[in-house]
């Protein structure tokens, strides 16, 4: 460029969330090339590349493909043609291809699954779940995030509370569980410098959306972090 050398970026260099790839991605333009999917050597520029080339992104991809391929031979259409949002739902609905159930999460994202009380502050900060996490850094009042645990069966699981790494940040977490008629508080050690997922217990969630984990500033000696919460069906 103007006759210099330019850097499109830093492939090592992060601070951003997990991204969706778009499906138009793997499939060139139709009048270029017919009915082709390429999961792998997709439509991204070199530095986007160099996460999607990661393998299991590759392993999405790739079954997302197989997935799309199996719709255009039951539609009798086009790869291009395929109706994206049945797939999209598809793939929600049985992410392993195998009809048993996934795991499960919800993030501080999700508003419609999250009830505050108290003044939170919601933002990019540290080692994040996601694009973004609730903090609360003045814990003079009562503060707590109810995550909501929308289940489709009734059945054990072990449940995960994410705590990342954040300046400040609090080393204990006071959690309590609300699984069908039984109640559990428990404070959870959280390592100020790691990142990890905290092991609340393991509950059997009934059916439904009467199940969820809340999350105070009870207790707390630093930044209370409220980001993601984490079902693994046992």
Known sequence: VNGMVKNEGD??????????????????KENECGNLLVP????ATHIAYGSIRMEPVFMVLGQSAAAAA???????????KINVARLQKQLTANPLANNSQPEILV???????IQLTGNWQQGKMGRC??????????????????????????????????SPEVPKKSSRLAVTVQAGNVKKDVVLPAPREASDW????????????????????????????ADAVLLVPK
């Open 40 to 43: 792998v050597c997709l439509s």
């Open 198 to 225: 905290l092991h609340a217990g393991t509950f059997e969630l009934a059916a439904g959306e009467g199940n969820y984990l809340e999350i105070s500033n009870q207790q707390a000696d630093g930044v209370t972090v």
């Open 129 to 162: 779940y996601g694009t973004s996490l609730l903090h609360d850094d003045a814990p003079d009042a009562l503060k707590t995030a109810r995550f909501r645990l929308s289940v489709p069966r009734t059945r054990r699981y072990d449940v995960y509370v994410y």
């Open 70 to 80: 199996v719709q255009a031979i039951d539609g009798k259409t086009t790869v291009q």
């Open 11 to 28: 492939v090592q260099v992060g601070g951003f969330g997990p991204y969706p790839i778009a499906y138009r991605a793997l499939t060139p």
């Open 107 to 113: 993030d501080d994202a999700e508003k419609v699954n």
